[in-house]
Structures are given as structure tokens and as C-alpha cells.
């Protein structure tokens, strides 16, 4: 089969794998149906971190081709939508609402790597979940945003607690900050502040449900979520990019008893504990627990109640991957669809 494995940084190579096949009895083996390239992905394409013939992908939707003896909710045939974390489902953590942190988890990254014709899913019954049956071909690239995208942004929409009365404002304009922007709304967010300085992602934030725009950065760009609040600050506050300034912008935007749900992967960042200590918020992250969405995420897709597949603004053949990571990487695309 064919996969995309990233040599070093910028280099990102379309190559032939051995198929993979069940090694466990809980194991899967889907054949993709689309995957994509994650915003976290430029991490090591810039250098950031440093990819070593990295498998890359973690984002898939697909069609069950196997299965071990012991799974049990998926039948060879079943659509399914999976987290980009493998989880057992089982463990104390699983069963307490944090299926990313399992104590089996797994990141699809690296090992496994679904931006690629075939991808084995261990833990198969914890990770994946199953459509109601085969989806129209409009609503796959929604599905595909719940693997990842819109799971993780409903995360930190949920945990900035996001909701009726609430204002929230949302700090980073990529796909999951989009995503943070319709999950807010979904849950019936009073007001949603986008921070975001591109017209075409401003423009897609207010389809999405943003009522104010603010351009503004750093201490300007909270001056303006304050004005915007009465001088308080909002209550929810969406983090979606995991620097010191972002997370800065976080925890000065939120009013005193607010909510932060951070969900930008953490780089260098380091919290100063006096202003942490008085600014008196409540700080919820990490790497999302999508496999306890996905079940109430597809049902919104399934009704057409949401529209999450929307985010993607440019679609690629598999073949033409380092394309799209050239397009991601240059700010040409949001996020980028690879067909296969
Ligand atoms: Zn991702
Ligand atoms: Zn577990």
C-alpha cells in the first residue's frame, strides 16, 4: 500500500508499505476512505519537532476490512470513524471520560499513520465507532473532521464551558479554533469572539456562528475582549495553538471563575504561577477525548445539523501529499482532504 512518511523536516514522501494485518485479537484493519493533514503535522514539517521517516496521519474515516476474534461492536463492512488516539475503552481512565489518556492510549502518529491506503487500529472497539450505515459521499469529509478537528474543538468548547449566557471567545483561526467556533454555538453560546487576522477564516468563523471579529493580538487583543465584556473578560475561552503568546491571550481573556479549555499542542510554554494564581480561572486540557464524542458527533453529521466538513479548503490526491503539507504550511490552505 501506499503512505506518506515524512523524511525530515519539509520532506514528505509518498511511498510503498507492507499492508498491515490484525498482529491482536482486539485489532481492526480499515481500508481508508479519506484522511487529511492535521495543523499539529506542521510541527515537525517546520523542524519544530524532529521527524525521523515518521509514519504521518492521524485523522481517518474508513471501511472496516478485518477483524480479530475479540471485537466486538464492528462487523467487516462497517463505515467507521476513529480518534486519533487509540484507547481501550475499558481501563478506569476510558471509563471516566478520558479515552486520549488511556493508559493503553496510543497515538495514531508514528506507528501506525492513517495518511495511507490501509491503517491497523489496535483496540478496536475503543477507538472506532461505526456510522449508521454507509454515508453519503457529501458527508464524508464532516466525518472526517470529527476524527480529529471537530472532536478536539468540541473538547475545548466543553471545557471552557460553553453555553446558554456564556460568552466565549476563541484564540486561534486553524481549523480547530473553526471547529471550537461551531461547537460553541452548538452548545448555544451567547456571543463568540473569533481572534483571527485572515478574511477567508473570518469568514468562515461567522458562518459558523462568531458574532464579533477582533484582529488584535497580545495586550491589544485583550484590551478588546475586554472592552467587548464590560471590562470583565469572557467566561469560555477556546485556546487552539498551544504557544506562550496564545495561551497568554487565553488566560488574560478569560474573566475571574472563567473556563479555559486549551487544546493547541503545548510548545515551550511556560505559565507564570503569580498571574496564574490571581487570575483565579479554571484551566481544562490536553489532547482531546474524541472517542467520547464521536457517537453524539456523527448523529449531528448523520442529521445534517452540523456541517463541520466545511473547514476543508483544498482537496489532493494522496500522491500529491507533500503538495498539500507545501499549501498548509504556506498559509494557501486551512486544512487539506487527501483522497484515495
Ligand atoms: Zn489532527
Ligand atoms: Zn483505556
Known sequence: MRAVIMHGPGDVRVEEREDPTILEPTDAVIRLAATCICGSDLWPYRGVDQPDHQHMGHEYVGVVEEI???????????FVVGSFVISCGRCEICREGHPSRCVHAVFVDG????????????????T??????????????SLLAASDVLGTGWFAADAAQAGP???????????????????????????????SRHADRQALAREYGATDIVTERGDEGVARIKELTNGLGAHSVIEAVGTQESMMQAIRSTRPGGHIGFVGVSHDVELPGDELFFSAVHLHGGPAPVRRYLPELIQLIWDREIDPGKVFDLTLPLADAAEGYAAMDERRATKVLLTL
Open 165 to 195: 449566557g456564556r460568552v466565549v471567545a476563541v484564540v486561534g483561526d486553524g481549523a480547530v479554533g473553526l471547529m471550537g467556533i461551531l461547537s460553541a454555538k452548538q452548545m448555544g453560546a451567547e456571543r463568540i469572539i473569533a481572534m
Open 128 to 141: 472506532l465507532v461505526a456510522t449508521p450505515g454507509p454515508p453519503a459521499a457529501e458527508l464524508v469529509p
Open 111 to 126: 506507528e501506525i499513520g492513517t495518511q495511507a491506503e490501509k491503517a491497523r487500529i489496535p483496540f478496536a472497539d475503543g
Open 68 to 78: 480479530g476474534e475479540a471485537v466486538e461492536t464492528l462487523e467487516v463492512g462497517d
